[in-house]
């Protein structure tokens, strides 16, 4: 049994509430620079033909631009390249509008809201918009999505040795289900996963199932962040690779168990 | 293993239907839908009950995975890998589409007229998160290891073959629990009637006058173990294929293209030559393009003389549990030694040059192929194959 490999983490993408891509976020991180939260700015994704933009909601422009952002400057194929997407909800204001229609007189839903509310919109559209004929999947694990996605990613580039793009994103619910499910403001995380270091590598990742405790931010504010979206959960990890600390990162995942995020800083 | 579906409850009641080659499809019926469609719905999914410590997941989703995993000994099964294995090295990856969304849509008719809120009761995280699938077995099966829902449309609970594979061979579980469940809700009914996709006939796949799909329920589950630690002769995991159409979110590749590279990868990864494959389960939803584009992609790759069958004419589209139940139904076939007809084919459709079966046909088959493709141009092929 071999476990995971070390797999090399390439480049990053970051959206969130005050955090207009990764570059804001390491210099946050990195203690560089103050916290101003304001609302997550999503750019319209420009990779999307009009019409299909037109027909997609925040969810998808905010999945594409993060996995955009991951991806710019990169040598990877990008019509061959395996996508993992994780998200604990899907298009939270097509599915209000969904359930409000099916709850109304005239039950006749919009066929472009019927395809917008699979879990794996955001897959579809990004295959669409990149011609990516890879394989791509979409997990879920409520509030440990992101290590969910990271699971599988890591394990996709071991056993495949192919490189996978990792989006993790959410977006908060309208009322009134944002009274069951409250989610803060829309964030995404997208990380280039490799299986050879290059150049451009900023340090290798490897992951296990483990009991250790689930890490915590020290800075009051960047803990709230963590945990007011599933996606954010990221944060203890995305800390050390903003910071290029070597060490182990235990990510919230299931009740009984973490998953323990090894990394190691390149440069 | 175990399947239910329309066909009953369990793989006997399953492989009787089958043999017989009776639908389980009826007119529908359901909840308070008002469509002229035909529907594959599980009898007694309103009848069976959660434990009072486990009715915070309460709902027709989960009541049906409760069924579903209660039959063939599955539980007992399970409980022998975790006393094997310890609970924390026993994963749990299943797939689902709809989750217990059911509840969130009966929820919005019963809002607080004065605030607007949902009812007390309607529990998110218990039932319409995509999770909650996962987070109630993991309950009731009494496991902690890792666990995930894939949900990807159609081809959800094919994918989650590969995953745990994966994970097996990295030595970060032992086994699995893998599989789908899928239950009918107004989203799914409405949904495809929207888009002109639901047949007002039981289904007809690869018909000439196909014209839609008929919407099916089911939970079926699958132990996956090291084939060394398996019993002698069970049918083994030989590969999983997966790819994307890159083409539309809600029309397949006209051309199959997507469907031939996950049929393709699923025959590297096993290393199987495409000629050992002795029958292929179809996608064969019933719809006049999905039937087509598979068609063509069957036919680039397998000789013209390879029995092909759509079996969702008997148990209907199960969406996210399509998946899995027909992997379930494909190694019926290997172990029971004849390959299902499709049902309610009375004129195959003459673009179709399959050697499409129209009734079951005894056969010694060894190598069986499952397609799986969904909106969002996913497609994912499973290959499982029998020891001689």
């Known amino acids: 049994m071999s476990g995971i490999a070390a797999v090399a983490l390439e480049s990053l993408g970051l959206l969130g509430p005050g955090l207009g891509g990764w570059p804001q976020a390491r210099a946050l991180l990195r203690g560089e620079a103050s916290y101003t939260r304001q609302p997550t ?25 993060a996995g955009l952002e ?34 109304s007189a005239d ?71 944002r009274e069951k499910r409250p989610i803060g403001d829309a964030f995404a995380v997208a990380m280039l996963l490799r299986s050879n270091a290059g150049p451009r590598t900023l340090g290798t990742l490897t992951a296990n199932y483990s009991d250790v405790p689930v890490d915590t931010l020290p800075s009051a504010e960047l803990e709230a962040l963590r945990l007011s979206t599933p996606a ?21 995942y299931q009740r009984e168990g973490s998953l323990l995020v090894e990394y190691l800083p390149c440069r | 293993m175990t399947a239910t579906s329309c ?45 009072p410590a486990l009715g915070f997941y309460d709902c027709r989703n989960h009541r049906l995975a409760q069924l579903g995993l209660a039959q063939d000994e599955f539980m007992s099964a399970v409980a022998t890998a975790r006393l094997r294995y310890g609970p924390r090295r026993v994963g749990l990856f299943l797939a689902t589409s709809t989750s217990g969304i059911l509840e969130s849509e009966i929820a919005y008719r019963r809002r607080d007229p004065a605030t607007g809120l949902l009812p007390e009761n309607l529990q998110y995280a218990g039932s319409h998160n995509f999770y909650s699938l996962a987070a109630f077995v993991r309950e009731l099966l009494d496991l902690q290891g890792p666990a995930a829902v894939v949900s990807t449309a159609c081809s959800s609970s094919a994918k989650v073959f590969g ?52 919407i099916g329920e089911a939970a079926a589950f699958v132990l996956l173990e090291r084939t060394e630690s398996a019993a002698r002769g069970t049918a083994s995991l030989l590969g999983v294929g997966e790819s994307s159409d890159a083409y539309h979110l809600s029309s397949p590749h006209p051309e199959g293209l997507g469907a031939r590279l996950a049929m393709q990868a699923a025959l590297a990864a096993a290393q199987v030559p495409a000629s050992a494959v002795d029958y292929v389960n179809l996608h064969g ?54 390959l299902p007809g499709g049902l309610h084919c009375d004129n195959l459709d003459p673009a179709c040059t399959l050697n499409y079966l129209r009734a079951n046909q005894s056969a010694a088959a060894r190598v069986a192929l499952s397609n799986s493709f969904g909106f969002g141009g996913t497609n994912c092929s499973v290959l499982i194959g029998r020891q001689s």
């Open chain 1, 107 to 177: 039950r006749q839903l919009s066929p472009t809201r019927f395809h917008n509310s699979v879990h794996n919109v955001t897959g579809g559209y990004w295959s669409i918009a990149t011609h990516d004929l890879a394989p791509y999947t979409v997990v879920c694990a409520y509030d440990g999505s992101f290590a969910a996605g990271m699971l599988e990613s890591l394990s996709l580039v071991t056993t495949s040795a192919s490189d996978v793009l990792l989006v993790a994103y959410d977006v908060d619910y309208p009322a009134p289900l």
């Open chain 1, 70 to 103: 991951a991806i710019a400057g990169s040598d990877t194929d990008l019509t061959s390249l395996t996508t993992v997407f994780a998200s604990s909800g899907a298009d939270s204001q097509n599915c209000h509008e969904i359930l409000q229609t099916l709850a």
């Open chain 2, 285 to 338: 939803t019933g719809t006049r393009s999905n039937d087509s584009a598979e068609s063509k992609a069957v036919a680039a790759l397998f000789a013209a003389s390879v029995p092909c069958s759509s079996t969702k004419g008997a148990t209907g589209h199960t969406l996210g549990a399509a998946g899995a139940l027909e992997v379930v139904i494909c190694a019926m076939a290997l172990d029971g030694g004849a």
């Open chain 2, 163 to 214: 995953m745990a594979q994966r994970l097996i061979a990295l030595g970060i579980v032992d086994a699995a629990v893998v599989g789908g469940v899928d239950s009918l809700c107004l989203t799914t009914l409405y949904g495809f009637h929207s888009l002109q996709l639901t047949s007002s006939r039981p289904c007809r796949p690869f018909d000439a006058q196909r014209d839609g799909i008929s």
């Open chain 1, 232 to 252: 954010a959960r990221a944060l203890p990890l995305l800390e050390y690779v903003a910071t290029a600390r070597a060490g182990s990162r235990a990510l919230e």
């Open chain 2, 7 to 51: 066909l009953g409850v369990g793989l006997h009641a399953m492989q009787s239907a089958i043999s017989a080659q009776r639908t389980g499809l009826s007119r529908c019926e359901f909840e308070t839908a008002q469509l002229p469609t035909y529907v594959g719905e599980v009898a007694g999914v309103d009848s069976e009950r959660l434990s």
């Open chain 1, 41 to 65: 700015l999503i750019p319209a994704p420009t990779t999307l033909p009009a019409a299909e933009r037109r027909r997609t909601g925040r969810v998808v422009h905010l999945a594409l631009a």
